[in-house]
């Protein structure tokens, strides 16, 4: 979650790191962004004298969304630049102290009043990664009230940035790697909050610019935007622009009447030999609103061509106007269709440009760029793949950041370890079985350069090694298991927080630099692990010293039954 703020995040000297560590892009973003229950355990932990006692929790999901078998994981930097600032101020205090029963000792104010993330370690996967489900994404070890502190601002942090991100990763891989990408959504996104976020995880997520100024300028997101149908409804007619004159795209020539050699073009346009019979008198407030928003940005001139009528009026009048311009140096951007049949007319669109590059010679016409935009979700733009279209760039909005075909990715935030000691959560479902004890995960490839497998090791368990054979077990299925022989091994959890100790740290990439891993992390993944109908599942395994404790741990805790 993301929010503007006045004056900027505050910043934290990171000098192991070569640099510093902004804080929170949201002020919301504080100690008190949790849930009561945790302030409710750290004073029992801290009344039973466990507080400081050592902890490892690991941060995962339990099942990729949108039915697919991929997830991308994003959140990750807001999670560190919330550690690193981490502290409680006298309001924060005075409010858990108000909020709190009175019979909480006055001490552990004083207790929460010195807290920080100094005695934390965090290891997570590179942010913009493929992951999977039961792998963690992240490891927290440390104090354990300090670190029950953190999970729900982990989670909330994290939940939604990897839903959204998966979500643009779809809808990029359904459109094709050759179209443009926009994000519209941030006026039905679920407040600004849900709209900042948005617009920084579709990006991350394979996105090339958004229509949101403020996270254009908070986050480096190119930006995109033209008119909308109130600007063109606000004119009625050529007569009401007073300005005519427009200077050539060199600077050379000034064009005196630019409304009038519109019209011309229009005229010219109308007896066309190829274009005979496809309109008639186009509507002249809808031509009006064309060359005024010409006039205003001569070289990025985009218009929405369905006001009134598509192929009768929207798209000649665009065309007398980029015809126009033409004349002048300048070059159209395009035209964008906000509803109707978005196929057809798009096809209809590129007829028409085809016909004015052949009729009048103008290089590169039958190219114009086509925008479709009108509620469009992954199932749409596969609908349009198998029509077939002439759409270069589509704006998704609704459906893309309220994640409307799922609403949340369920990340959980489990204890795996304390003092050393490893901990199970149990569960009569399975699925909700934790993986105990402090782990090492790996990617292992194959011979054709895919990832093959997950696998999770114990922490002093050796690792995996190029060309040797290892046994990877399903963690809770004793017949599912194969032999690997990895052609290449990727270590996935990394130190990106390590609190006041000597331990290097990774280093917080550009928001580019994670988008471009992203990309290519997805375009190494097999494809039947990627298609939208019933793609084959990624395997997540566990080493065979680690499938034994699971199961010795699971044996040892679960309470035994008694007959009568």
Same mark, same amino acid.
């Given at each position: 979650?993301?929010?503007?703020?006045?004056?900027?995040?505050?910043?934290?000297?990171?000098?192991?790191?070569?640099?510093?560590?902004?804080?929170?892009?949201?002020?919301?973003?504080?100690?008190?962004?949790?849930?009561?229950?945790?302030?409710?355990?750290?004073?029992?932990?801290?009344?039973?004298?466990?507080?400081?006692?050592?902890?490892?929790?690991?941060?995962?999901?339990?099942?990729?969304?949108?039915?697919?078998?991929?997830?991308?994981?994003?959140?990750?930097?807001?999670?560190?630049?919330?550690?690193?600032?981490?502290?409680?101020?006298?309001?924060?205090?005075?409010?858990?102290?108000?909020?709190?029963?009175?019979?909480?000792?006055?001490?552990?104010?004083?207790?929460?009043?010195?807290?920080?993330?100094?005695?934390?370690?965090?290891?997570?996967?590179?942010?913009?990664?493929?992951?999977?489900?039961?792998?963690?994404?992240?490891?927290?070890?440390?104090?354990?009230?300090?670190?029950?502190?953190?999970?729900?601002?982990?989670?909330?942090?994290?939940?939604?940035?990897?839903?959204?991100?998966?979500?643009?990763?779809?809808?990029?891989?359904?459109?094709?790697?050759?179209?443009?990408?926009?994000?519209?959504?941030?006026?039905?996104?679920?407040?600004?909050?849900?709209?900042?976020?948005?617009?920084?995880?579709?990006?991350?997520?394979?996105?090339?610019?958004?229509?949101?100024?403020?996270?254009?300028?908070?986050?480096?997101?190119?930006?995109?935007?033209?008119?909308?149908?109130?600007?063109?409804?606000?004119?009625?007619?050529?007569?009401?622009?007073?300005?005519?004159?427009?200077?050539?795209?060199?600077?050379?020539?000034?064009?005196?009447?630019?409304?009038?050699?519109?019209?011309?073009?229009?005229?010219?346009?109308?007896?066309?030999?190829?274009?005979?019979?496809?309109?008639?008198?186009?509507?002249?407030?809808?031509?009006?609103?064309? @060359?005024?928003?010409?006039?205003?940005?001569?070289?990025?001139?985009?218009?929405?061509?369905?006001?009134?009528?598509?192929?009768?009026?929207?798209?000649?009048?665009?065309?007398?106007?980029?015809?126009?311009?033409?004349?002048?140096?300048?070059?159209?951007?395009?035209?964008?269709?906000?509803?109707?049949?978005?196929?057809?007319?798009?096809?209809?669109?590129?007829?028409?440009?085809?016909?004015?590059?052949?009729?009048?010679?103008?290089? %590169?016409?039958?190219?114009?760029?086509?925008?479709?935009?009108?509620?469009?979700?992954?199932?749409?733009?596969?609908?349009?793949?198998?029509?077939?279209?002439? *759409?270069?760039?589509?704006?998704?909005?609704?459906?893309?950041?309220?994640?409307?075909?799922?609403?949340?990715?369920?990340?959980?935030?489990?204890? *795996?370890?304390?003092?050393?000691?490893?901990?199970?959560?149990?569960?009569?479902?399975?699925?909700?079985?934790?993986?105990?004890?402090?782990?090492?995960? !790996?990617?292992?490839?194959?011979?054709?350069?895919?990832?093959? *497998? %997950?696998?999770?090791?114990?922490?002093?368990?050796?690792?995996?090694?190029?060309?040797?054979?290892?046994?990877?077990?399903?963690?809770?299925?004793?017949?599912?298991?194969? !032999?690997?022989?990895?052609?290449?091994?990727?270590?996935?959890?990394?130190?990106?927080?390590?609190?006041?100790?000597?331990?290097?740290?990774?280093?917080?990439?550009?928001?580019?630099?994670?988008?471009?891993?992203?990309?290519?992390?997805?375009?190494? @993944?097999?494809?039947?692990? @990627?298609?939208?109908?019933?793609?084959?599942?990624?395997?997540?395994? *566990?080493?065979?010293?680690?499938?034994?404790?699971?199961?010795?741990?699971?044996?040892?805790?679960?309470?035994?039954?008694?007959?009568?």
């Amino acid at each position: 979650m993301e929010a503007a703020v006045a004056n900027g995040p505050k910043k934290v000297d990171d000098k192991r790191n070569g640099g510093v560590i902004d804080g929170p892009t949201n002020p919301m973003v504080t100690p008190l962004l949790t849930d009561l229950y945790q302030f409710t355990m750290a004073y029992a932990y801290w009344k039973a004298g466990k507080h400081d006692e050592r902890a490892v929790f690991d941060l995962y999901f339990r099942k990729n969304p949108f039915g697919g078998e991929y997830t991308i994981f994003a959140g990750l930097e807001d999670c560190i630049r919330f550690v690193a600032h981490f502290n409680f101020t006298e309001d924060e205090i005075a409010f858990v102290r108000a909020t709190l029963p009175p019979s909480c000792e006055d001490s552990f104010f004083d207790y929460l009043r010195g807290l920080d993330c100094s005695d934390i370690e965090i290891y997570s996967i590179s942010e913009g990664s493929v992951v999977f489900p039961k792998v963690p994404l992240l490891r927290v070890e440390g104090p354990v009230a300090v670190v029950q502190l953190l999970e729900t601002p982990f989670v909330n942090l994290i939940n939604y940035a990897s839903l959204v991100a998966t979500n643009a990763a779809r809808h990029r891989f359904v459109a094709g790697k050759s179209k443009l990408l926009l994000e519209f959504g941030l006026r039905r996104a679920q407040g600004p909050d849900g709209g900042i976020s948005a617009s920084k995880y579709c990006y991350m997520g394979g996105f090339d610019a958004t229509s949101n100024v403020a996270a254009g300028r908070l986050f480096g997101i190119p930006l995109r935007g033209t008119h909308s149908h109130a600007f063109v409804s606000s004119f009625l007619s050529p007569d009401e622009i007073l300005e005519k004159s427009l200077c050539s795209c060199d600077g050379s020539t000034v064009c005196e009447d630019f409304v009038s050699w519109v019209q011309t073009w229009l005229s010219k346009l109308k007896r066309s030999k190829l274009l005979a019979g496809i309109f008639g008198e186009t509507n002249q407030s809808e031509l009006a609103a064309f @060359m005024s928003y010409a006039l205003a940005f001569p070289n990025n001139f985009l218009a929405l061509v369905d006001t009134y009528d598509v192929v009768r009026s929207g798209i000649p009048n665009f065309c007398a106007v980029a015809l126009a311009l033409n004349d002048l140096g300048y070059k159209a951007q395009g035209i964008r269709l906000d509803s109707g049949d978005l196929a057809y007319l798009s096809c209809e669109a590129r007829k028409f440009f085809h016909s004015i590059e052949t009729e009048f010679g103008v290089p %590169d016409f039958g190219r114009t760029s086509i925008t479709a935009s009108n509620d469009l979700n992954e199932e749409t733009l596969d609908d349009l793949n198998k029509q077939g279209h002439e *759409v270069d760039a589509f704006g998704i909005g609704t459906h893309l950041v309220t994640c409307y075909a799922q609403p949340a990715l369920g990340v959980v935030f489990k204890l *795996v370890e304390i003092n050393n000691q490893p901990r199970i959560k149990l569960s009569e479902d399975v699925s909700k079985v934790s993986i105990p004890c402090k782990k090492r995960c !790996y990617r292992l490839y194959g011979k054709e350069g895919y990832p093959l *497998v %997950d696998i999770m090791t114990g922490e002093n368990e050796p690792s995996p090694k190029v060309g040797e054979r290892i046994l990877c077990r399903h963690p809770f299925n004793e017949s599912k298991r194969a !032999y690997v022989v990895p052609q290449k091994v990727e270590e996935l959890l990394k130190c990106y927080w390590s609190g006041s100790s000597d331990r290097r740290r990774e280093e917080l990439p550009p928001i580019k630099e994670i988008r471009d891993r992203c990309i290519d992390q997805l375009d190494r @993944m097999r494809p039947d692990h @990627m298609r939208r109908l019933n793609p084959t599942p990624y395997k997540v395994s *566990v080493s065979a010293k680690l499938y034994d404790f699971i199961h010795f741990l699971w044996l040892n805790e679960a309470p035994v039954g008694e007959l009568q």
